[in-house]
């Protein structure tokens, strides 16, 4: 079955930077696209960037010119590079994907959520 696993998170002084990874595997037909969505403590969860399978990218403002997303296609592990972290960037992290799973029959398109991964930014 498709599995979705992220990793990197972690604590970071204001003005650092991190990079998640989220490593989806099983039977993948097709890849359409990652999203990253971040939930704050008490908070609703919020999108924060996509990568789409041609390469394109959407930013929200709140982290554009910081987070960059990117995607090793051969290994089907999708990154965010995080930099000039700020307290506000506090968040678990999750990356949901959009892809149509082989497990099924016939293949069924759907998203798949990772675990999630704790960032936090204090001095």
């Known amino acids: 079955q498709v599995q979705l696993v992220e990793s990197g998170g972690g604590m970071v002084q204001p003005g650092g930077s991190l990079r998640l990874s989220c490593a989806a595997s099983?039977?993948?037909?097709?890849?359409?696209?990652m999203s990253w969505y971040r939930q704050a403590p008490s908070g609703q969860r919020d999108w924060v960037i996509k990568?789409?399978?041609?390469?394109?990218?959407s930013v929200a403002d709140s982290v554009k010119g910081r987070f960059t997303v990117s995607r090793d296609n051969a290994k089907n592990i999708g990154y965010l590079q995080m930099n000039d972290l700020k307290p506000e960037d506090t968040a678990v992290y999750y990356c949901?994907?959009?892809?149509?799973?082989?497990?099924?029959?016939?293949?069924?398109?759907?998203?798949?959520w990772g675990q999630g991964t704790q960032v936090s930014v204090s001095s």
């Open positions: 949901d994907v959009d892809l149509l799973d082989d497990s099924r029959l016939p293949p069924a398109r759907g998203n798949y």
């Open positions: 099983g039977p993948i037909l097709e890849f359409y696209s």
């Open positions: 990568i789409y399978n041609t390469g394109t990218t």
